[in-house]
């Protein structure tokens, strides 16, 4: 306890003995409080202003160590780097572009923080200055530990029709923006899932799947689930019952109609056709028997 106090101490005296050379010109933004999916990673957004000319990044060395206990967890000389924390650190920022962000993986539920950065100048031998480093004690993160997966949430634009296409999104949040969980569906194609993601706010992210595809009678009260694999092995799924509204069918209505209708055009065809034929034919017999009667009447006049 005591030699926490005297480290404490320590990197407070440091950043009194900078002020006068760096205050108001040494400044930092990192993200406060991010949260942390135990077996998981974290990205910690960093970036810092220096009081010097932009430096090449061999210039520069940044660090990264737990307050309490003073503990190193990112050097670029990994020897000096806490055994807890080897290996499981990786500085993404460039320093010569004034990027400190720090990657985390192999979360552990005893790695909340707070986590603090120190910027220091490489020495080429001919600095006069003898302040070379400095500590943005007042800009460090600390972590809210997760040790269960955020359920992935799922959201239906509108009511599915049957025949209609139908679209429904999947959605994920992380603050491990190089290793994104991995959004799969219970059905559905290539070519009918799209994914995206953004950045929400500083340090939070969102994945999103969409799902789009025509529902069919047989869909009705069916369930659809989503399952998000997060970096670390943990998954969570969340399930969404569809009820799909289905089209007004008039087929059972329209097809006897037509059917009948047609019948009897066909049936009345027939009737004309045949009664005009008829007709015809008694127009016919008519005619051959006035002819039959007629050569009869001069038969008859002659024999007289």
């Not at 932009?54 to 660090?63: A, T």
């Not at 923080?113 to 003898?130: D, Q, W, Y």
């Not at 009511?159 to 959004?183: D, E």
């Not at 009678?217 to 998000?228: F, G, L, N, P, R």
Request: with cysteine; net charge positive; aromatic share 10%.
């Amino acid at each position: 306890m005591e030699n926490m106090r005297k480290m404490m101490i320590f990197f407070l005296l440091l950043a009194v003995i900078s002020s006068p050379v760096f205050a108001g010109e040494w400044t930092a933004s990192v993200v406060k409080n991010l949260d942390a999916l135990v077996t998981s990673c974290v990205v910690i957004p960093c970036s810092y202003t220096h009081a010097k000319e932009r430096l090449p990044h061999s210039r520069l060395r940044g660090i990264w160590y737990l307050v309490s206990g003073q503990q190193v967890i990112y050097h670029e000389d990994k020897t000096l780097i806490a055994e807890s924390f080897r290996g499981r650190t990786t500085l993404l920022g460039n320093l010569g572009q004034d990027n400190c962000t720090l990657e985390m993986t192999e979360i552990k539920d005893h790695d909340n923080g707070p986590f603090c950065f120190r910027i220091e100048l490489v020495p080429t031998g001919t600095e006069t200055s003898k302040i070379d480093k400095f500590s943005f004690v007042h800009d460090c993160v600390s972590f809210n530990m997760i040790t269960k997966p955020p359920k992935p949430i799922l959201l239906e634009l509108k009511t599915p029709i049957q025949g209609h296409p139908y679209t429904i999104t999947c959605s994920a949040f992380s603050t491990c923006p190089t290793r994104l969980p991995k959004l799969t569906w219970s059905r559905g194609t290539a070519e009918e899932i799209h994914e995206a993601y953004r950045e929400i706010h500083k340090g939070f992210w969102e994945v999103l799947s969409t799902l789009v595809f025509i529902p069919q009678e047989k869909d009705d009260h069916t369930d659809i689930s989503c399952t998000a694999q997060f970096y670390g092995g943990m998954m969570s799924t969340e399930k969404l019952t569809i009820f799909v509204k289905r089209t007004v069918n008039y087929n059972h209505i329209i097809i006897p109609v037509v059917v009948g209708i047609s019948i009897a055009g066909i049936f009345g065809g027939l009737c004309i056709f045949m009664m005009k034929k008829y007709k015809n034919r008694i127009a016919e017999l008519q005619r051959q028997d006035g002819t039959l009667w007629n050569r009869l009447s001069r038969l008859s006049r002659r024999v007289r």
